[in-house]
């Protein structure tokens, strides 16, 4: 049977030595969205050894415009569980691992640490910093995309010693200060073309050929085919702070954590939901006529009940802050039908009592 | 000498200008920063970098370029 990797083999600057280079390599692709999607695709084709798909979203009907390894059947599914699905059926000598969950500053050095390379697929400036900052720590490289509407940036951090993300935008921007695909609208094409060009730099990274765009940040409008390549520098100044901390320190613009909270006015009463109460047993108000599983964090309870809920489950606490980070870990453990509750017990206990049968 | 400036992304929406002429004498890319945000306030909220002729250059050195750029941060993906 013919090599499937026949054409890298023809390659002078591939060949033989460099499709080992690629089966050998190990490539973490956080977020599986638009440009997350396509680099996936070309990069499992090119044979990388082993991918890693991190993504806690679900698949939405308006990713399907642009989001190309899904199907309709995948509607409200996990993303980064989908990708797998589709990828093992293009080459099944790629190991992939899918990671439901987010990137946190808890989780990254575990799971950055375990690859080659790190392609940034985001669409926020809380998970870009923190690969970033991780990825300086680990020494481990970082190939960047993001985008505006028709317009696309990329570039490489951390390659041999050069420039990292800090070094071209110190400080992440405030909050609401610069708009995301979600809020704006993006032309289906755009992170494609973004993402392979992402895929193009990981592999060209992994084959140890062409010049790498390190300490260059490419601008590609597709509107009226511009591309201008700026050089930066290094900003040691910067990179050492991040350094100097050992240990990444979340940025204050959580542009990101609003996708597993549920808000009271959100629910219908009649949905089967399994209430998980995360405060300590002298909190007040109890809530009473649902359906509540107490689970002090102080005890340290097992975590293993809630693997196999068929109900959704919805977390609480006081304030929804305690919630918030239950659901996090739980969502780490491959639990994704957890939610957690926006309102406090307070609000809860008054909509219990109102929507009682 | 005459000062060819760029926008991109956003911040074409917030100068309603994909690009103009500049004249005038700013000495620093900083003061060049500083005419611009008073020219166009919402500039001000943007952590925008300036290059001159290709090169993403920091607020104290000298304007000797002649065609500047203004990046924004991106975040989408």
């Given at each position: 049977m013919e090599n499937r990797y026949q054409r890298h083999l023809q390659l002078n600057e591939v060949g033989p030595s460099g499709q080992e280079k690629i089966r050998k390599s190990s490539v973490l692709v956080v977020g599986a969205g638009g440009l997350g999607c396509p680099a996936l695709q070309y990069l499992t084709a090119a044979g990388v050894g082993l991918l890693g798909i991190m993504d806690p979203d679900v698949v939405s009907p308006s990713n399907l415009q642009r989001q190309i390894?899904?199907?309709?059947?995948?509607?409200?599914?996990n993303k980064a569980t989908c990708a797998k699905a589709f990828l093992s059926k293009i080459n099944s000598e790629v190991e992939i691992i899918d990671y439901p969950f987010a990137l946190t500053h808890e989780n990254s050095e575990e799971q950055i640490a375990k690859f080659d390379l790190v392609i940034?697929?985001?669409?926020?400036?809380y998970t870009r910093y923190l690969i970033s900052d991780q990825c300086l720590l680990l020494d481990k490289v970082m190939v960047y995309g993001a985008l505006y509407k028709f317009e696309g940036q990329v570039t490489v951090f951390n390659y041999k010693n050069g420039p990292s993300y800090r070094c071209l935008f110190p400080s992440p921007p405030k909050m609401g200060a610069i708009p995301n695909c979600s809020e704006i609208g993006v032309l289906g094409v755009v992170p494609g073309i973004i993402g392979i060009y992402q895929a193009t730099e990981a592999l060209k990274i992994i084959l140890e050929i062409g010049d790498i765009l390190s300490g260059k940040l490419l601008c590609v409008n597709?509107?009226?085919?511009n591309h201008t390549t700026f050089n930066f520098p290094k900003n040691s100044v910067e990179i050492d702070a991040i350094k100097k901390q050992q240990k990444v320190i979340p940025i204050?613009?959580?542009?990101?954590?609003?996708?597993?909270e549920l808000s009271l006015d959100q629910l219908s009463s009649k949905k089967k939901i399994l209430w998980i109460d995360v405060r300590e047993k002298e909190e007040s108000p109890r809530i009473a006529h649902l359906n509540v599983k107490e689970f002090p964090l102080s005890q340290q309870l097992s975590l293993e009940p809630f693997h196999n809920s068929e109900e959704q489950i919805i977390v609480f606490c006081q304030t929804g802050l305690r919630g918030k980070l239950f659901v996090q870990k739980l969502r780490e453990l491959g639990i994704q039908n957890c939610f957690s509750l926006k309102e406090g017990a307070a609000e809860l206990s008054i909509w219990a009592e109102k929507n009682k049968d | 000498m005459g000062l060819r400036v760029r926008y991109f992304g956003q911040l074409q929406e917030i100068t309603g200008k994909k690009e103009e002429s500049l004249t005038g004498v700013f000495g620093t890319i900083g003061n060049l920063r500083a005419h611009l945000i008073r020219c166009?306030?919402?500039?001000?909220k943007i952590h925008f970098k300036i290059a001159q002729d290709n090169t993403i250059d920091i607020?104290?050195?000298?304007?000797?370029?002649?065609l500047i750029d203004l990046l924004p941060p991106f975040s989408g993906g």
């Open positions: 390894l899904f199907t309709e059947n995948d509607l409200g599914k940034d697929g985001t669409d926020n400036f597709l509107l009226n085919h204050e613009n959580q542009d990101c954590f609003v996708d597993f | 166009y306030p919402g500039l001000e607020d104290s050195s000298e304007v000797n370029g002649t």
